[in-house]
Nanobody, 128 residues
Framework: QIQLVESGGGLVQAGGSLRLSCVAS????????MGWFRRAPGKEREFVSG?????????HYADSVKGRFTISGDKAAKTSYLQMNALRPEDTAVYYC????????????????????WGRGTQVTVSS
C-alpha cells in the first residue's frame, strides 16, 4: 500500500514563496512519476506539475505556473518538492501530491487518471 504525505503549505502574501514536500512510502518500481495537482474552492482539480524518472528524468508544468514553480525530487527517496515563487491569490488551493508506481516512459504527466495514489492535500493560501 502506497501512502503519500504532503507538507509545506501555509499562508503567504502575494509575491511570496512556499515549498511543498511530498514523501511516498510503500512499494513502487524505480520508474516512478510524481505529480502535483490543486483544487481551488468551487473549481475542478487541475494539474500543476509533474516529474518522471521513467526513461530518464523529465518535468512538465501547467502554463499557469511556468516560470514561477519548479518541481524536483529524489527518485530513490520517492520524494517530490514543489518550489512556488511569485505566488498569486489565484494560486490559493489545496495542493495534492500523487504518484504513479510503475510509470511508462512518455506518459502524460498531466493526466490525473494515470496516478495510482494520492495524498490528503495541503492548503496554500495567498493573500492579496
Amino acid at each position: 500500500q502506497i501512502q503519500l504525505v504532503e507538507s509545506g503549505g501555509g499562508l503567504v502574501q502575494a509575491g511570496g514563496s512556499l515549498r511543498l514536500s511530498c514523501v511516498a512510502s510503500g512499494r513502487t518500481s524505480t520508474s516512478v512519476a510524481m505529480g502535483w495537482f490543486r483544487r481551488a474552492p468551487g473549481k475542478e482539480r487541475e494539474f500543476v506539475s509533474g516529474i518522471s524518472w521513467s526513461g530518464g528524468s523529465r518535468t512538465h508544468y501547467a502554463d499557469s505556473v511556468k516560470g514561477r514553480f519548479t518541481i524536483s525530487g529524489d527518485k530513490a527517496a520517492k520524494t517530490s518538492y514543489l518550489q512556488m515563487n511569485a505566488l498569486r491569490p489565484e494560486d490559493t488551493a489545496v495542493y495534492y501530491c500523487a504518484i504513479v508506481a510503475y510509470a511508462e516512459a512518455g506518459m502524460d504527466l498531466g493526466g490525473a487518471i494515470d496516478y495510482d495514489c494520492w495524498g490528503r492535500g495541503t492548503q496554500v493560501t495567498v493573500s492579496s
